[in-house]
């Protein structure tokens, strides 16, 4: 299968810091890119769809201005918290879908970046 | 709305143990079912999938049947080894619409 990247994939911020968290297709052209949320023992959550070139879609109870998405290549999406706080500590995992008829419309996932805020 | 729910883990096993991965799912309209694979240090990968009713889907040894009847998509493995070891994610997408995915189940064989 197709190979997406993650990095870092572990990150420690201090409280007020802004972080940067990107997300590469490594092998093949992400049209659609997905953001995810895990908490321990909970489900992945998504939290935003974005496709190249055109503004990130939140799912309802995401703040848009606290989670920044940018897609702005078919091989690059980044998702940046600012301002985090410790209850933005988690995991978070992107995933991309290529082109309909490429691939399919499997979804092909990174390894996940930890993010912990002191 | 639609939702997935997974047997609660962490299970574990010995090795050529009998695997059973319990899951069952509530969603309206007729869903596509999906079996996804994390093994330590790397992203989710599709394991195996069923698009309708009384489909089975199978690969690696893992078999999952589609029962619609009773909502359900048990992934199953006669012979479990040391490499099975991973958290294993039941998911169901409806469409074009977005996955919705099981809390997941870690599993740890045990050699």
């Known amino acids: 299968g197709a190979v997406v990247s993650q990095h870092p994939s572990w990150v420690i911020c201090k409280s007020g810091t802004s972080v940067k968290i990107e997300c590469r297709s490594l092998?093949?052209?992400?049209?659609?890119m997905f953001w995810y949320r895990q908490f321990p023992k909970q489900s992945l959550m998504l939290m935003a769809t974005?496709?190249?070139?055109?503004?990130?879609?939140?799912e309802q109870g995401v703040e848009k201005d606290k989670f920044l998405i940018n897609h702005a290549s078919l091989t690059l999406s980044t998702l940046t918290v600012t301002s985090a706080h410790p209850e933005d500590s988690s995991f978070y995992i992107c995933?991309?879908?290529?082109?309909?008829?490429?691939?399919?419309?499997?979804?092909?996932f990174g390894p996940g970046t930890r993010l912990t805020v002191l | 709305g639609d939702s997935v729910t997974q047997m609660e883990g962490p299970v574990t096993l010995s090795e050529e143990a009998f695997l059973t991965i319990n899951c069952t799912y509530t969603?309206?309209?007729?869903?596509?079912l999906f079996w996804y694979v994390q093994y330590p240090g790397e992203g989710l990968q599709l394991l195996l999938k069923?698009?309708?009713?009384?489909d089975k889907g199978s690969n690696k040894g893992f078999e999952a049947t589609y029962r619609k009847e009773t909502t359900s998509f048990h992934l199953e493995k006669g012979s479990v080894q040391v490499s099975d070891s991973a958290v294993y994610f039941c998911?169901?997408?409806?469409?074009?619409?977005?996955?919705?995915f099981g809390q997941g189940t870690r599993l740890t064989i045990n050699p």
């Open positions: 995933s991309g879908t290529g082109a309909m008829g490429f691939l399919g419309s499997e979804q092909f």
């Open positions: 092998d093949f052209q992400a049209t659609t």
């Open positions: 974005s496709n190249e070139g055109s503004k990130a879609t939140y």
């Open positions: 969603a309206t309209g007729y869903p596509s």
């Open positions: 069923a698009t309708k009713a009384d």
């Open positions: 998911a169901l997408k409806k469409g074009a619409q977005k996955l919705v």
